[in-house]
Every structure is written in C-alpha cells, then in structure tokens.
C-alpha cells in the first residue's frame, strides 16, 4: 500500500460484521477466563491487560504510524514531549549524555538542557550545521544517542539526515530523529538511516487541533548488541529477568520501552484521543500537499514586500536549506512559514495583532491559519543567546499557513501590514 491507502486502511481491518469505523474501545480492563492466562499474558509484549500500557485503539494508530514510518513498531504516549522524554530514557540514565542539534524546539531544549539535567543526564548541544570533524569532538565515552529534528521548529532549519546517521553510527549509537513538521509524506527519516523516529501527533498527524499526543516509531535497525548497550543485553529484574533483545529481537527498543517505561511512568495516550489522532491521520496526504502549496505561496508573497527583512522557508530556492530540502523534503516543505519583519519585536506584534483571518495561538501545523511570536510564547524561556542558537530571532513571527482559500490568506496578511 502507498502512503494515501495506508493512511485509511492500515491499523484496523474490520472483520465480518464488524464497524467499518475503528471502535473506541474505552476500557480500562480487559477479562481472562482463567488466572493462569493473565500469567501467561505478562510475557507477551502486545497483550491488552491494562490501559496504562496498551489498549486496542491507541494500538489501531501505532500499527498505522510505524507502517507510515516504515517502522517495526511504534508506541503512542500522551504528548510530545513524553514521547521524546522516553526515548532517551529508554537508552539513557543517570551519568550518560547524549548529542542533540541545537535547532530543536523549544520545549525539547528545556526538557532535554534542565529537567533531564537534575535527572543527571548530560545534552551536549551541537551546530547542526557544523563540520563533522567538529560534531565528532562532542562525543564522549558515555554518549548514547544523537537526536535532531527533520524540519526544525521553528528555525525550519532541515536537518542533514545522513551527515548525523553516519557519526552516530560511527560511535556505535543510534539516531533519533523528531519527524514532527515533516510527517512521514514529506520524509521518512529511516530510509536515510535514521533509527528511531518520534513525533508529537498533536500538529499535523492530527492536524485539527483536538488532541495533544506524541509516538516513538522503531525502524528495527540498530543492533542493540554492540556491546554498548547492556540494558538490551543483560536480564532485566523488574521483569522476570527478560533480556530484551534475546526475546524480542529487532522489535527490542519499543518493546522494551513499553513494558518498562510506560509501565512504569505510564504516560500513555487516551482511546478517545487516539480515535481523533486517526481521524487526522485518514486525510494527511491530501492536507499535507495543500499545506506545502499555500506555504509556499505565502513565502513567496513575503519574500517580495519592503516591509519585511528576511523569510526562511526551505521550499525557497534562495533558502539557506533548500539544497538539502530537494533531497530530504522533495514533495514540498509544510504550511510554515518564519520571517522577520523590519522594525524588530513591536512592529512584529502590532502586524500580529492587526490579522483578522489568522488567529494568535500557542499551537502551528492547524487545519486554521495561525501566528506565534517564539522571543515572547513558546522560547520565552530562552536566554537571547539560547535563541540565536535556537536560529530564532526576537523579532520572528512564526506563520502556520492552513487550508483556508490562498487569497483569503494573503489579503489578511496584505490589510494588516498597512497598519505597520
Ligand atoms: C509541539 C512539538 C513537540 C511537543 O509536542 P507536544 O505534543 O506539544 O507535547 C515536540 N517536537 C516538536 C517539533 C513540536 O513541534
């Protein structure tokens, strides 16, 4: 199946009888016919026994993502940021580092540069678009993982996939990739060697601002046993001894994240929301190339007024990123547009204000246009510094271009910057 087809058929096949639609299974518990059987269910990774861990819709979803990805498995948590939280978690702990790009959004800086920090786990932020000889300098003995982000958010910065694959390969440790702007119909990070994929669903997988969600997606590739990884190969005595990568094989990353981390931290997502995720998910190749269209237009359109500075759209053929883009992201570079306006911060926040059609919102990759400015909502934590690294500047507006009609958005943006 393509990508169009999977999007509607993968996940859930109804049987004879059956609802044509996916059920929402909204149960907590499951019922056994004997004791002995919930006994033997505790060694089967995809048992349903309880909803902190597993549940037939949410599952419906993860089937549908990881084939999207082109995955082994896949596990939904309940935002994000828990989904990139577990995934270092998974390979991480206390004393050990990891690698991280420092164009990421601004959430994952603060979860991964402060609150895993008290954790006692190091982030050693990298130029993404430094040399690999300078790159290579930050890995340590203790460095488990590298982690970028395909389309960054909102520096919109596109990510030499292969360049980080290679050296993290190298230094024997896996790549993770946060597809979250990109979806898997623009890039699917494992065919350039990407090894695990995380996403926050609550952006353009679902794409109608009704549920906040996130998914780790395993590719299945990286071996576990090169002697780097004792947690894969070693009994694990919180469950019965098991040795994640004897008994589960290539499926051991997601398999071992669900029956430890979400067991244990039990972040996982709500039938209901995975049910409005999959809603989303039907329409997303459609929605995904008219967002790439009208992003583009609106890029374009900025690009060519005097009162504004600069425009970063990768999609651009003077972009900065748009070699790169032809490569990672050839069918189009989302509905996101950043640029500076002249005059900095307060001409930046009158033009928001002044939009009648586009809304101010803490959210991006909608259904609806919508505007941020990262310096004062999403980045305030930012030290100045931070932001410029971030590739963010105070003046930025982020504009989230949706589906509405192109010249509806374009005349909004037209009578606002009057007043400016
Ligand atoms: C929004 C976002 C997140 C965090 O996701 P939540 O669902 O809001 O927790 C992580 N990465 C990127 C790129 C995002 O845009």
Avoid at 363 to 376: E, G, W
């Amino acid at each position: 199946m393509r990508d169009e087809t999977k999007c509607l058929h993968e996940g859930y096949t109804p049987k004879d009888g059956e609802p044509r639609v996916m059920p929402i299974v909204q149960s907590t518990t499951y019922r056994f016919d004997t004791t002995e059987r919930i006994g033997e269910l505790f060694n089967l990774p995809n048992a349903h026994m309880y909803s902190r861990f597993s549940n037939p819709t949410v599952e419906a979803v993860e089937k549908k993502i990881a084939s999207l990805e082109g995955g082994v498995g896949a596990m939904g948590t309940s935002s994000g940021q828990s989904a990139s939280l577990l995934s270092i978690l998974n390979i991480c702990k206390s004393g050990e580092s990891f690698i991280c790009t420092s164009t990421i959004y601004g959430g994952t800086v603060n979860l991964f540069a402060v609150t895993l920090k008290r954790f006692g786990i190091e982030c050693i932020f990298v130029d993404a678009d430094a040399s690999v000889e300078e790159i290579q300098k930050a890995f340590k003995p203790n460095t488990r993982a590298v982690f970028g982000e395909t389309l960054a958010n909102p520096a919109l910065a596109v990510l030499d996939i292969e360049k980080f694959a290679s050296l993290a390969h190298k230094n024997g440790v896996p790549l993770i990739i946060d597809n979250t702007f990109a979806t898997p119909v623009l890039c699917k990070p494992f065919e350039f060697g990407a090894d695990i994929v995380v996403h926050s669903t609550s952006k353009y997988l679902d794409g109608h601002a009704l549920q906040v969600g996130g998914m780790i997606i395993d590719s299945g590739k990286f071996d576990w046993c090169n002697g780097r990884f004792p947690e894969f190969t070693e009994p694990d005595q919180s469950y019965h001894g098991i040795v994640y990568s004897e008994t589960f094989g290539n499926a051991a990353y997601i398999i071992k994240a669900r029956m430890q981390l979400m067991r244990d931290l039990g972040c996982y997502p709500a039938a209901h929301s995975a049910f409005l995720l999959n809603l989303g998910l039907e329409t997303l190749p459609v929605r995904m190339e008219r967002y790439c269209q009208n992003g583009l237009r609106v890029a374009q359109y900025f690009q060519q007024l005097s009162k504004i500075e600069s425009v970063s759209y990768p999609g651009l053929e003077n972009d900065r990123y748009h070699l790169l883009s032809k490569k990672y992201l050839p069918k189009g570079t989302s509905g996101v547009v950043c640029f500076n306006i002249k005059g900095g911060r307060d001409t930046a926040v009158k033009f928001m204000n002044g939009l009648k059609l586009a809304s101010n919102e803490v959210h991006v990759a909608d259904i609806r246009t919508c505007v941020l400015h990262p310096a004062s909502a999403t980045h305030r934590q930012l030290t100045d510094e931070q932001l410029i690294a971030a590739g963010i500047n105070p003046g930025m507006i982020r504009f989230s271009v949706g589906l509405e009609n192109i010249n509806d958005i374009l005349e909004d943006i037209e009578q606002s910057l009057k007043s400016v």
